[in-house]
């Protein structure tokens, strides 16, 4: 079955993505210390936020359009094209005039100039989102696996040349950050025009009404989910201080955890866009199973272990941050359930569900964020994240079982033949890989 093997290609990538991601936390950490983990955290943030709000659900929509509408995949590449090209010129004067604001709110604890320099990249990484998504059309899932890994690969690879040659600090952190990126860009560029895509540009007002309307439907929720996922590390700066800022990004390596169940789910949305509602209700409930079992299986070990190993990897000024990644480890089940009702839901042309859900959590995160981090500090931020990501995974959950049909239980406790296939189809993969 493709969906199983993909998903343990998908796996493998993502078990490599977090064994990259720790190693790059714990030499960011050991060479910036708390203060300086915490101006790298904040350099990323207004990025992260600017290219999400301007990708307009185009990721998604693109791959809908094509599977479940009938375009033309090419055409929809170069009318995505057009629209990032667009979205790439409007981003330039909301970060060089917009950009000033969201500083003084919340960065001014960090370099003006490096925030300003860090916000270039906000074209690139629109293009990155997108585009990466493209391979995701024909479920090429190993393309887009590829990037994925690529990515950190090269930066750790530049950042480690860089300390045997000059002076390391967050500058120059950034310099080699962007210079990576720019390398996946180009990868990126060269394994679309073997996949005979086109780079040509065309606005068809078909293909970009259908392009919003369903990008847009889902890309509030879009913007909700990642300010979700950032909300936490703004109030930090604002009531805290920079170096709780880093000693929190410490402990947010537990969502880290979060890739690996989330793998089985990954292709699961192009599935969507592909199947019949009913059939592809069977497999979801089948992923959302074995998602949670293995959710389960991972975190519970970690709860005992976490003091050690944060210990171990980061030292003694990180210690503070092993309540809050333990509390934050249960993310890993609540984005597992989640994201499988997520790629069903809008799967069968439902992103809007998942849009009421986000704006629901970040309104619980904006709340009860002000009041536990006041209160609480970064124990706080971490209590917020997992209630908010609770509640997410609740609506979601809610409303899968209402339009599948399914009931709850059949839905939540994993069945003797979903193991067996797993463990048949991964035996027989594994002969392959073999021989």
């Known amino acids: ?24 936390s714990i030499v960011l950490a050991r060479l910036l210390g708390p203060i300086g983990r915490g101006q790298w955290a904040q350099l990323l943030l207004p990025v992260t936020l600017m290219f999400r709000v301007l990708v307009f659900g185009l990721p998604t929509a693109q791959i809908y359009c094509a599977n479940k509408l009938n375009f033309n995949k090419k055409q929809v590449f170069s009318n ?37 320099l860090a916000c270039i990249l906000v074209p690139v990484e629109i293009a990155l989102l997108v585009l990466s998504n493209t391979f995701l059309i024909n479920r090429g899932i190993n393309s887009f696996n590829l990037l994925q890994l690529l990515r950190p690969v090269v930066f ?64 509030l929720g879009q913007i909700f989910i990642i300010l979700n996922e950032r909300i936490d590390l703004w109030i930090i700066s604002y009531f805290l201080n920079i170096s709780q800022v880093g000693i929190y990004s410490i402990a947010l390596v537990a969502t880290r955890l979060i890739q690996i169940p989330d793998a089985i789910g ?28 293995i959710s389960v299986i991972m ?15 980061y030292g003694n000024e990180f210690l503070t941050a092993v309540i809050p990644f333990v509390i934050l480890l249960p993310l890993t089940f ?30 619980v995160s904006i709340f009860f964020g002000i009041v536990f981090i006041k209160r609480w500090g970064i124990v706080g931020a971490a209590l ?52």
């Open 266 to 293: 990954m292709n699961l949305f192009p599935v969507m866009t592909i199947e019949e509602q009913d059939r592809g209700g069977v497999l979801s409930q089948k992923v959302l199973r074995v998602s949670i079992a």
């Open 156 to 219: 750790i690879i530049l950042l480690l040349t860089a300390i045997f040659l000059i002076e390391i600090d967050v500058h120059m952190i950034l310099t080699i950050y962007m210079i990576s990126l720019f390398i996946i860009f180009l990868v990126m560029i060269y394994m679309l025009l073997k996949a005979k895509y086109s780079f040509s540009l065309s606005l068809n007002f078909k293909v970009v009404k259908s392009l919003l309307r369903y990008g847009l439907k889902d890309h």
């Open 1 to 24: 079955m493709k969906y199983i093997k993909d998903s343990f290609f998908t796996i493998g990538t993502r078990f490599l993505l977090v064994i990259v991601g720790l190693f790059s």
């Open 384 to 435: 917020t994240a997992t209630t908010s990501s609770t509640i997410y995974a609740g609506i979601m959950f809610i409303w899968f079982i209402k339009v599948s049909n399914h009931s709850v239980l059949s839905s939540l406790i994993v069945k003797p033949e979903d193991l067996r296939q797993l463990f048949r189809e991964g035996a027989g993969l594994w002969k392959k890989l073999v021989s």
């Open 334 to 363: 609540t984005n597992s359930v989640g994201k499988v009702c997520r790629a069903y839901l809008s799967g069968n042309g439902l992103p809007q569900i998942a849009s009421f859900a986000s704006g629901v959590s970040l309104v």
């Open 299 to 313: 975190i519970l070990p970690l709860f005992l272990v976490a003091k050690p190993v944060i210990n171990f990897l």
């Open 80 to 116: 995505v094209l057009s629209l990032i090209a667009i979205f790439s010129i409007i981003s330039i004067p909301i970060y060089l005039f917009g950009i000033r604001y969201l500083y003084e709110m919340f960065f001014s604890s960090t370099e003006y100039r490096l925030i300003k």
